[in-house]
Every structure is written in C-alpha cells, then in structure tokens.
C-alpha cells in the first residue's frame, strides 16, 4: 500500500476512535464498541498493535457486561505497556467484576464455571470464588469436585468458617464419616472464637 494512503487510512482510523471516545461519554457502548472493533480489525491487516485501542474495547466490554471479551482486551493491552496505571487499573476493575460476578451468582448458574476458568487462567481466583466454585459443584451433582476444590480452598483459607462448613456437608454426601466430623469440628472451633471476639483472617486470599 502507497505510503500517503496508508497515512490517510491511519488518520481515518484515529478519528474513529475518537468519535468512539465521544460515544462512550454518551453512554453508547454499543456503537463504540462497533467501531473500535474496526480499529482493531484494522490495526491487526496493518500489523500494528494499539494498546490504546485494545484499553477502550476492553473499557467498553466492560460497560457491556461481557466481562470474558473485556478480560481479554485488558490483557491484550497491558502486554503492550505493562507499566500503565491506566491499563493496571482497568484490569483490576474487570477482575474484581468477574471476582464478584462468580460469588454473587446463584448456586446453579451456567457461567459460573466458564468465569471462574478465567480467574484461574489468569490467578486471580479469591476465596469466595473458589468457594462458590464448590457450591456450584454441589448443587450440580458433583461432590466430588466440590470434594477437590474445598480441600484445597481449607488449606489456602484455613480460617474460613464457610469453607468448612461446606466440606463437611459435601464430605458426608460422599460418605467421608470422619472427614465430615473434622471439618464441623473446625467449622465449630471458628464459630467459637468469633464470638470470643478474635479477628478470623485469610477470607481474601488468592490461589
């Protein structure tokens, strides 16, 4: 391609991006997300790659609720200036969305699974999201793997009284007798110095 019509399609590009900027202000994510999409699309024919671009379809995303696109866009963009703030704090923002999304959700809802895959991919997966991982199990049919996922959560989080509490119920499903007893003992020994008034920690960490 001839050097001025390269230089005028980029000069197109830019523009567009900065009337999706402008869409985005004005709450019409759908749009902007239309024509970043192109940007993107452009960018990638001309083997370029804009972080800035990649920053806004993941901020759009966002707006959108489709936390999974948004997720990767955020990562796409942080490998190209993986010292932004902007960048790192836009991520954070999807993450803890998808953190919240997975905990919040009903005990038989279908997306769980798929994002809190996301959160391991990219180890981000908390406490709460691995705990509900394990209801999710459960309430599938599947003691098992809520069976695997709980001895490792009550390892990581040890002071977690829910977690126990969980794998004692799902320990008798499976018929683990005394795995079921040890885990309501710890359920029990929590419950009793919570309310003697000492602080319970490690309900926030991370795999």
């Known amino acids: 391609m001839p050097a001025v019509r390269r230089i005028s399609m980029l ?6 991006v900065s009337r999706a900027q402008e869409l985005l202000d004005k709450e019409r994510y759908d749009d902007a997300r239309e024509i970043l999409e192109r940007a993107h699309a452009y960018c990638t024919d001309e ?8 920053w806004l379809l993941a901020v759009t995303c966002d707006f959108l609720d489709d936390l999974p ?42 997306e769980t699974p798929r994002l809190y895959e996301l ?16 209801r999710w199990h459960a309430e599938a049919g599947d ?7 709980l001895e490792a959560l009550t390892v990581l989080a040890p002071s977690h009284r829910e977690a126990w ?6 320990a008798r499903t499976l018929g683990k007798v005394q795995e079921a007893r040890e885990a309501e003992s710890q359920a029990a020994g929590l ?5 003697l008034g000492f602080p319970i920690s490690g309900t926030n960490a991370r795999a």
């Open 191 to 195: 419950d009793e110095l919570r309310t």
């Open 119 to 134: 959160l391991l991919r990219v180890e981000e997966a908390d406490v709460a999201s691995h705990l509900a991982m394990a």
């Open 47 to 54: 083997g370029l790659r804009s972080a800035h671009v990649l």
């Open 69 to 110: 696109q948004a997720l990767q866009y955020a990562e796409q963009a942080i490998e190209l200036d993986p010292a932004s703030p902007a960048l790192r704090r836009s991520y954070e923002i999807v993450v803890d969305r998808l953190r919240i999304a997975v905990s919040e959700a009903k005990p038989d809802d279908v």
């Open 143 to 149: 003691p098992a793997a809520a069976w695997r996922v």
């Open 11 to 16: 000069k197109t590009m830019l523009a567009e």
């Open 165 to 170: 509490s969980l794998k004692a119920r799902v």
